[in-house]
């Protein structure tokens, strides 16, 4: 059991947050996802989101973003969650990507995914493989090192080209493979015998 000790001043600086807290809602929801703990207190919302989340093509999403980030755990510390959420969801996702995200090293000649890269470019190449898991402009752009537009720019040649697809869900944008594209990050990998990530 984690305790928090408040004295007078940490009082005084506390806040009430104006909003629901999109990331804490988010792990909230993704922790009852999780748990088969009082299921029948919560099968409505539980067969609801379910649904919800396979109408809208967002299981692979679930699976490859927000269950590696919010992984089944008896207790969520939520002070890990940035406090830049109540401005949103892109600004709490953009906090919670740079403080968890390692920075994306360049490819070496011995790199299993140079083929690829020499095909399509270091950046286009990094894309696609992010592109795997589902992932954000800005995911994108973190794991490639570039800028946010530059990052689109690459979505939307690989997206042209019919190797992902993107979904736009309010000011977010999730881009996600297409068989073609899974076929090439395949045989990209199959070529260089390894099926480890490009960055």
Do not use: K
């Amino acid at each position: 059991m984690l305790r928090i000790h408040f004295n007078d001043a940490d009082l005084a600086r506390t806040r009430l947050a104006p909003a629901p807290d999109p990331l804490f809602e988010v792990a909230a929801s993704m922790h009852r996802l999780q748990s088969s703990r009082g299921r029948w207190a919560y099968a409505g919302w539980y067969r609801a989101a379910r649904r919800d989340l396979r109408e809208r093509g967002l299981e692979r999403a679930l699976r490859g973003v927000l269950l590696p980030l919010y992984p089944r755990a008896a207790y969520y510390p939520d002070f890990l969650t940035p406090s830049s959420g109540v401005e949103g969801l892109e600004a709490g996702l953009e906090a919670y990507s740079l403080l968890h995200e390692p920075a994306a090293r360049p490819l070496r000649d011995e790199d299993p995914g140079r083929s690829l890269a020499d095909l399509l470019g270091r950046a286009r190449a990094i894309a696609l493989q992010a592109a795997a898991g589902g992932a954000t402009t800005g995911e994108i752009a973190r794991a490639a090192g570039v800028s946010a537009s530059a990052a689109s720019r690459h979505a939307t040649v690989l997206r042209d080209a019919g190797l992902v697809t993107t979904v736009r869900n309010g000011p977010s944008v999730l881009h996600t493979l297409t068989p073609a594209g899974a076929a090439v990050l395949r045989a990209a990998r199959g070529a260089a015998g390894d099926a480890g990530p490009l960055s």
